[in-house]
């Protein structure tokens, strides 16, 4: 079983930052792509920023976070983080991360999601 624990949520003033931390843990074998997520109170959850593996890995913002918000990952640690500066009351919402996991004993990727962080943006 794999789980995917966030950290890093909280109260922030407009124009603040703060950084969000999903880690996996279980019995894993590979991760492939992992993202972030969000909800905001009435609307429906929407991909803020994806992150592939690899060598080479490429990144995928929503438009409304690009220049705003930067996507990273340690393999090692199987974590993502999401750098969110310039934070505007319309971030607020509900931070949930993903992950593609190829977990030890079965034989495909499943996609796993955390239990979510909630960030408040407000003065």
């Known amino acids: 079983q794999v789980q995917l624990v966030e950290s890093g949520g909280g109260l922030v003033q407009p124009g603040g930052s703060l950084r969000l931390s ?5 019995r894993i074998f ?3 792509t992992m993202g972030w997520y969000r909800q905001a ?6 991909l803020v920023a994806q992150i592939s593996s690899g060598g080479r890995t490429n990144t995928n913002y ?3 976070v690009k220049g705003r918000f930067t996507i990273s990952r ?3 640690k199987n974590t993502v983080y999401l750098q969110m500066n310039s934070l505007e009351p319309e971030d607020t919402a509900v ?4 992950a593609d996991v190829l977990s030890l ?3 495909r990727y499943l996609e796993v999601w955390g239990q979510g962080t909630l960030v408040t943006v407000s003065s």
């Open 95 to 98: 931070y949930y991360c993903s």
């Open 30 to 32: 590979s991760i492939n």
């Open 41 to 46: 109170p009435g609307k429906e959850r929407e």
């Open 62 to 64: 929503a438009d409304s």
């Open 105 to 107: 004993g079965n034989p």
């Open 22 to 26: 999903c880690a996996a843990s279980g």
């Open 74 to 76: 340690d393999n090692a």
